[in-house]
């Protein structure tokens, strides 16, 4: 799980291993044949269960056009968008996370505990306090640009010999950043009424908060970033060789690095201007893919994209169900499941080096 | 006796523990001052006395501002000396109650028992110190099974401290919680409203850090230069590290059940008040993070067009200098 951070001889071992086996081909289609059903399984899940929970059938009545007006409001206006916004969400933390893991070299690297999605939340905090109301594209640019100036941050700073070579630090590192930007964001959301009214409904993160038009903006954004990440892999894959054997195979590197930063900010900005700060779901998923198809960077990164929206729904569903009447905000279960999942990997990876 | 004679507060110490109980009576007084009902010097010097000008005026001083002030100061001692404690013992500058989970431990604990029980401010004390001490027992077994240390042990702290964030704001979602700044109060501390029912208890954990200085003060010394040392010189170190632990984790509880988890203060204080008097005394560590916490809710009050809950200041300048600590420090011991 943590073979990255390995001594490089271990690393360097089981890099070639894997480039020369790999998963194969068969495995490969069988899990993203699994991973797709279970998707679609749990978006019909979400659209079906909930506080008014519907059946099978009820849905299938709904779809052909039959069915009560309660149940077609609950499941067209209020489920499917949270579903869509799920989708979109998931896909580019799963993505983004698995990314920043390896480009960062840390296990415990996620946007949402690293501050990119609070420097994304102080973009827009900020653009709606410089530039008064905030239309969508004003919030997306913003966010955008925030998560930017924060990934870059971030990057630089892993960049920085004493940070590279211990990955616990450049995790304390990134979490007193977080702290410190959502320390600022909320100083200016308190303090502007204006921005506090449009601010307060996504402190945690929750798939509720945007209406569908808001997904329809972050689509494309979301999309080109999986594209890229579809196409980084590969080079993320030799990258993981070490700087000098990529530079010797005619990777250059910086640009790598700073594609992949590009990459991102481009998933994570969006993703956090619809749902808030989801914490944890980059960070865990790519831990999860890898326990079933192995080191391979380029299919982890592809598989978080695929998996880490099924996580997501789960939370949702679990957030629905779990408060009796009152519906727990996505964002807090993800931080349940993923602390604990972070206190786990610290306490028994004693022995794998986790310097 | 000789190897005593060192370990007795210093001249040096004394001089400073003096310079900083001024500079916090400077702190408290000036507060009285500030805001937009204006108290001259006269008035305030009256109202002090018993002889207020006018019952606003002795309402401002005595019950809103004076009291504010003096729970700031307190509250900042606890955290501070917390924080000393926990990163002496634990052998980390970065290990922190806040940083580590004991202080959100805390704030679960107090939410759990008023959310859940509609406890009044007493059980809800017994509520956080419970919170906190089973967020110690939490990290002494991960030192102790998991043979955790250093870096990773405070990584597990934050991992302690998301998790019992999370769940408090559980907590918030499942009850009717009356107004914002309740919910404010539980996770990110403020001093809103806070006065002299707070003060009570407060209070007794200044009591108890100053009972730690005088009985531990010594031990503490000894347990700096090593456990064998410490051993050697007559430390029951194991007990010793347990017991002050414990009282490390009853002080923050204190502390956050008075004005919640005030984040970044007691990882902030210890490290100004070594770099000023050059000793870990708990009562100069104190007195630092309590004008530190009573300045920051000053600038919180006045500094901004609204005011802030404190914890918004002290974890942007905190935070800001935890990544400064990251950033000069080669290594992390441990």
């Known amino acids: ?355 | 006796m000789t190897p005593y004679s060192s370990m007795r507060p210093s001249r040096g110490e004394i001089r400073w523990i003096a310079i900083l109980l001024v500079l916090a009576l400077v702190v408290l007084v000036s507060s009285a001052f500030f805001g937009s009902y204006r108290v001259s010097l006269a008035d305030f010097f009256n109202t002090v006395r018993g002889q207020a000008p006018a019952p606003m005026t002795e309402f401002f001083v005595l019950e809103r501002r004076l009291s504010r002030a003096a729970v700031a100061l307190c509250a900042g001692m606890l955290l501070a000396a917390s924080g000393s404690l926990t990163q002496q013992l634990l052998r980390n500058p970065l290990a922190s109650p806040d940083i580590i989970g004991i202080t959100t431990g805390a704030s679960f604990g107090g939410a759990m028992v008023i959310l859940l029980l509609g406890g009044s401010l007493a059980s809800a004390s017994f509520g956080a110190v419970a919170g906190a001490i089973m967020a110690a027992l939490i990290l002494i077994g991960a030192v102790k099974v998991l043979r955790l240390s250093g870096s990773r042990l405070i990584l597990l702290g934050v991992g302690l401290a998301a998790l019992a964030t999370a769940l408090t704001n559980f907590l918030l979602t499942q009850v009717f919680v009356p107004s914002a700044e309740v919910a404010q109060t539980w996770l990110v501390g403020s001093l809103q409203g806070r006065g002299k029912e707070e003060l009570v208890w407060l209070l007794a954990g200044v009591a108890i850090l100053l009972i730690t200085q005088i009985m531990f003060g010594i031990d503490l010394k000894m347990l700096q230069m090593g456990d064998d040392l410490a051993a050697g010189l007559g430390v029951q170190v194991t007990r010793t590290r347990l017991v002050l632990l414990f009282i490390a984790a009853l002080l923050a509880a204190l502390a956050v059940v008075s004005c919640g988890p005030i984040g970044f203060i007691s990882l902030v204080a210890p490290h100004i008040s070594f770099a000023l008097t050059k000793s870990r005394n708990l009562i100069s560590c104190g007195l630092t993070g309590g004008i530190l916490l009573a300045v920051s809710d000053l600038v919180a009050q006045y500094a901004f067009s609204v005011s802030l809950p404190v914890g918004v200041i002290t974890v942007v300048f905190g935070g800001g200098f935890f990544l400064w600590l990251l950033f000069r420090q080669r290594r992390i011991h441990g």
């Open chain 1, 1 to 355: 799980m943590l073979n990255r951070l390995s001594p490089l001889s271990q690393r360097e071992a089981r890099q070639e291993t894997a480039a020369q086996s790999g998963p194969s081909l068969n495995k490969i289609l069988i899990s993203y044949l699994v991973s797709l059903t279970v998707l679609v399984l749990l978006c019909l899940g979400s659209l079906a269960l909930g506080s008014k929970s519907l059946s099978l059938s009820d849905l299938l009545a709904l779809s052909s056009g039959d069915g009560s007006i309660a149940d077609r409001l609950i499941v067209f206006d209020l489920r499917f968008s949270r579903t869509v916004n799920a989708l979109l969400v998931g896909a580019a933390l799963g993505a983004s996370g698995a990314i920043m893991q390896s480009v960062i070299r840390n296990p415990i690297a996620d946007p949402g505990v690293l501050g990119i999605s609070a420097g994304a939340s102080l973009g827009v905090a900020s653009g709606i306090m410089l530039l008064g109301a905030a239309g969508l594209w004003i919030g997306l640019l913003s966010s955008l640009l925030g998560a930017l100036l924060a990934a870059g941050f971030l990057f630089l700073c892993a960049m920085l010999p004493s940070f590279r070579s211990s990955a616990v630090r450049i995790t304390l590192c990134g979490i007193a950043f977080s702290a410190v930007l959502a320390g600022i964001t909320q100083g200016i959301v308190l303090t502007n009424d204006k921005v506090l009214d449009q601010f307060r409904f996504w402190q945690v993160g929750s798939l509720t908060a945007r209406p569908l038009e808001a997904a329809a903006w972050v689509a494309p954004l979301v999309l080109a970033g999986l594209i890229f990440s579809w196409f980084i892999g590969g080079k993320l894959n030799i990258l993981d060789l070490g700087d000098d054997s990529a530079q010797a195979l005619g990777i250059s590197v910086a640009m790598v690095r700073t594609s992949s930063l590009l990459i991102v900010a481009l998933l994570c900005g969006p993703a956090t201007a619809l749902a808030g700060p989801v914490a944890f779901i980059g960070f865990a998923v790519p831990h999860m893919v890898r326990l079933f198809i192995g080191h391979d960077t380029k299919q982890v990164i592809r598989f978080s994209a695929l998996a880490a929206p099924s996580l997501l729904l789960v939370c949702d569903i679990i957030g629905r169900l779990v408060g009796h009447g009152a519906e727990v905000p996505v964002g807090i279960v993800t931080a349940v499941l993923g602390s604990i999942l972070l206190m786990l990997l610290v306490a028994f990876s004693a022995r794998r080096k986790l310097t």
